[in-house]
């Protein structure tokens, strides 16, 4: 018995090693070289009626003896095939457009007004691409969303990235999408999905300087005092940074003994809107609160932030988690209600008026009239959601899918007409977290 288990596990040993060298093998990583690839980390997709004009990202590495962070580029080129304008890349640069770390298509609104997956097929055709590649739109063109140097890093794509990550997934604040999970909305039953929509905000909100400075006219003063300390500490001479304040973004400042550009106009991206799609073309928008309330129906939420007015003041809760259940009945008659019950554990994060010190040691003294505030206007912006889907025709509460799992026999009775006869009934319940 010892000698055959041996023997089993020379045999083990043979066929992972086998496995380990057809892999290493069978990858291009002769493709890899930098000065033949056109490493591509985000593609903006624009269309001027049958041509489609795409805006690639490159990353170009620089060398490290220079010190110097990886640098990207975009490149626009045109095609009456997506396949076609990234082709163009290799005949205006030279260099073999590579999509294996492309993590973000951008879709422009032109682009959204046809069937996007006229495009979108080509990434999922491509055996390289993730179809864990985000998937975003925007109301102008993808090409300017792409173009855009933003405050939070120099490349947009990963910016935008950082906007549509799987935290603010988490706390609400947009809804990422995924290739494969757009798709799959695509080519469900309900041919319905969604993508966040790109924008660029000022990184600054506007004060009124005029209430500031009667308030407390000593703000410039003091305001100057405090650069000029810090210029002392850094040890740098701080003249030309002053004199150079009125120039554009691309103008430079001394700081630590190494050139930085300066931030004062650079933008920052949001994504709290979302555009609905039916069979590929966009039809409909959601506002911020109603994709907040698609987001507590659909997906997970985790320490999300929820604020509640209540009378004069305003409450902030802290959503720990949330569950969502989502029914469909219908009548003889083909007409369906839709029954959404919600449950959300939550505990106060902030109140815009001091509280006393009792109701201030624990997160889980919530205001009286608060939960009931919260639940009033959670419901109203799911049924609200629900209504703006239905009159764009948009199941992307799944209605259908409903229909088919567990109304199998009537579905071809009432799946055309199933989105004109429906409404929502919702209920939402707020718990504390103690």
């Known amino acids: 018995m010892h000698r055959a288990h041996v023997k089993n596990t020379v045999r083990y040993y043979i066929v992972i090693i086998a496995l380990l060298v057809f892999l290493f093998f069978s990858n291009d990583f002769g493709l890899l070289d930098v000065q033949k690839t056109a490493i591509i980390t985000a593609a903006g997709i624009d269309r ?69 997956f006229d495009a979108l097929d080509f990434f999922l055709l491509d ?32 910016a935008i990235s950082k906007v549509l990550s799987a935290h603010a997934m988490r706390v609400g ?26 924008k660029t905000e000022p990184q600054q909100e506007e004060i009124n300087q005029k ?23 850094s040890g740098q001479n701080t003249s030309s940074e002053q004199d150079n304040s009125s120039s554009s973004q691309s103008s430079e400042s001394t700081q630590n003994g190494k050139s930085t550009p300066k931030q004062e106009n650079k933008p920052v991206f949001s994504a709290s809107e979302t555009a609905l799609f039916v069979k590929g073309k966009r039809v409909g928008k959601l506002n911020a609160s109603e994709s907040f309330a ?11 932030p929820y604020s509640v007015e209540k009378g004069e003041n305003t409450c902030a809760l ?30 106060l994060l902030d109140y815009s008026k001091a509280l006393p010190l009792e109701e201030n040691a624990d997160m889980g003294d919530v205001p009286s009239g608060v939960f009931a505030a919260a639940e009033k206007k959670l419901a109203g912006d799911v ?32 799946a055309n007409t199933l989105l004109e006869n429906s409404a929502a009934t919702v209920n939402v319940h707020f718990k504390n977290v103690r």
């Open 294 to 304: 698609f987001s507590a129906v659909k997906n997970e939420l985790r320490l999300a």
């Open 48 to 116: 001027e009626g049958d041509e489609f004009i795409v805006t690639s990202q490159l990353a170009i590495p620089q060398s490290s003896s220079q010190g110097k962070q990886t640098q990207s580029v975009q490149i626009v080129s045109r095609g009456k095939t997506i396949a076609d304008a990234f082709d163009q890349i290799n005949a205006k640069t030279g260099w073999y457009p590579k999509l294996v770390f492309c993590n973000l298509i951008v879709l422009g609104k032109e682009t959204t007004a046809y069937n996007v």
């Open 127 to 158: 055996e390289y691409l993730s179809d864990d590649c985000l998937v975003a739109t925007c109301d102008g063109l993808a090409k300017d969303i792409l173009n855009t140097q933003a405050l939070v890093d120099p490349s947009s794509s990963v």
């Open 211 to 233: 209430d500031e400075t009667s308030q407390n006219p000593d703000s410039n003063s003091s305001q100057n005092g405090e650069n000029g300390s810090s210029g002392e500490s």
């Open 383 to 414: 049924l609200s959601t629900y209504e703006k889907c239905r009159s764009c025709g948009c199941d992307l509460f799944g209605a259908r899918e409903l229909l088919i799992k567990y109304k199998s026999r009537n579905f071809h009775r009432f």
């Open 318 to 347: 802290n959503i720990k988690n949330n569950a969502a259940k989502v029914r469909l009945k219908v009548g003889k008659d083909g007409h369906a209600q839709l029954q959404i019950k919600l449950s959300l554990t939550a505990g």
């Open 173 to 198: 604040s947009t809804l990422p999408v995924s290739l494969r999970e757009f798709a799959s909305g695509y080519f469900s039953d309900s041919s319905a999905g969604y993508l966040p929509i790109l």
